[in-house]
C-alpha cells in the first residue's frame, strides 16, 4: 500500500511574518516544493498543502495557517483526513531558540520543549511520539527581551546567511527521512 508520509513545516501566515525566526518551518518546505516540484499549494482545511515524491514515496507537504499555537489543529485534520500514521509517517519542522544559529536537530519523538506550535501537536495528537527536525534560531538576547518579539523578528546579515545554509539543510535531512527513515537521517544531519 503507497501510503503518504506528511512534513510539516511550522510557521505563521502572512507577509509579515516571512523571514521571522518562527517562521523557518515554512522555509524548508518551500525549500522542499522548489527541489521536488511539488504540486500546489492547494487550500486543505486549515492548511496549504502540495503533493509529489521525493524519492520512491507519496509525500505531503503542508504549511498550517492556524498560526504558530494552533499548529496541532491542521496537522490533525491532514492526518486523519488521509490516514497518515502520525508515529511514523509524520516530520515536523520548526524552529528552536535553544540551539546555536543553524544548527540541526533531529529526533524520532520527544517533548514540545517551550514551543507553543510543538506543544499544541503533542496536545491534538495525544502522544509527543512523532519525528522533528529543530532548526537553531539562537537564543534571545537578554532576559527582559520578549520572547515574542524575538521569534517573530528578523535576523542580522550574518545570521541570515548562516540560516540560508541550515535551511537547506534541514530540506536536505527532510529528504533524507522520507527516504531512508529517521535513524539514517538523525546519524547523518545531528552535526555540530
Not at 43 to 68: E, H, Q
Not at 143 to 157: C, M, N, Q
Request: hydrophobic fraction near 40%.
Amino acid at each position: 500500500m503507497d501510503t503518504f508520509l506528511l512534513i510539516a513545516g511550522l510557521g505563521n501566515p502572512g507577509r509579515q511574518y516571512s523571514n521571522t525566526r518562527h517562521n523557518v518551518g515554512f522555509e524548508v518546505i518551500d525549500e522542499l516544493v522548489d527541489a521536488y516540484h511539488f504540486s500546489g499549494p492547494e487550500r486543505f482545511g486549515k492548511a496549504y498543502i502540495g503533493k509529489g515524491r521525493i524519492g520512491g514515496r507519496k509525500v505531503i507537504l503542508m504549511k498550517p495557517l492556524t498560526y504558530m499555537n494552533l499548529s496541532g489543529e491542521a496537522i490533525r485534520q491532514v492526518a486523519d483526513y488521509y490516514k497518515i500514521d502520525t508515529r511514523t509517517d509524520l516530520l515536523v519542522i520548526s524552529d528552536d531558540i535553544d540551539l546555536p544559529v543553524g544548527r540541526l536537530r533531529l529526533r524520532m519523538k520527544g517533548s514540545a520543549g517551550s514551543h507553543n506550535g510543538l506543544k499544541n501537536i503533542v496536545k491534538m495528537l495525544g502522544s509527543g511520539d512523532f519525528a522533528r527536525i529543530r532548526v537553531g534560531v539562537g537564543g534571545k538576547p537578554d532576559p527582559d527581551y520578549d520572547l515574542a518579539d524575538y521569534v517573530l523578528g528578523h535576523f542580522g546579515k550574518e545570521d541570515r546567511e548562516t540560516m540560508d545554509i541550515a535551511v537547506k539543510r534541514a530540506a536536505e535531512a527532510a529528504a533524507c527521512w522520507a527516504e531512508n527513515g529517521i535513524d539514517l537521517a538523525m546519524n547523518r544531519y545531528n552535526t555540530k
